[in-house]
């Protein structure tokens, strides 16, 4: 059943591709970046990870027991994803993903709560930067504004 799904996770990201490529521009008339910049490296991207988890999935032999665990984990991650979006719209991005990805990195990522802690604080410090700063585009605001 992973086998599928993957395909069709490709197929999408192949579909993502095209569009991005063909209707959205990599450059603004004024030199800058456009509106089709991050849409193309996250389709590449998720087409190259897609085609490697496929043959991953072709390597391994693994039984149906293997993929019971698998339905409680992804339970705890809708879960999650449910709570980030109610988080980002009260909090906005910034302080929404930093305890989104502080809960996901404790669940799957058990007894390394320091590495934990700086990848939470780290990765939206960085998409922090990058677009409110640098991109000059704002990260989605919230009910209570943080002093950032």
């Given amino acids: 059943m992973r086998i599928p799904f993957l395909v069709a996770l490709m197929a999408a990201a192949v579909f993502y ?43 391994a032999e693994k039984t149906e027991d293997d993929y019971l665990g698998y ?26 993903t930093v305890v989104f990805l502080l809960v996901a990195l404790t669940v799957l990522n058990q007894g390394r709560l320091r590495q934990n802690l700086l990848l939470a604080v780290l990765i939206p410090t960085g998409v922090y930067a990058l677009f409110d700063q640098i991109l000059n585009a704002n990260m989605p605001p919230g009910l209570i504004s943080l002093p950032l």
């Fill in 71 to 96: 339905w409680r984990d992804a339970a705890v991650m809708i879960g999650m994803a449910l709570g980030y979006a109610v988080l980002l719209r009260v909090f906005g991005g910034y302080l929404a």
């Fill in 17 to 59: 591709s095209y569009i991005a490529f063909v209707d959205l521009n990599f450059m603004t008339r004024t030199g800058r970046l456009g509106p089709g910049f991050f849409p193309r490296i996250i389709g590449l991207a998720t087409i190259v990870l897609c085609i490697w988890a496929i043959l991953d999935e072709l390597r």
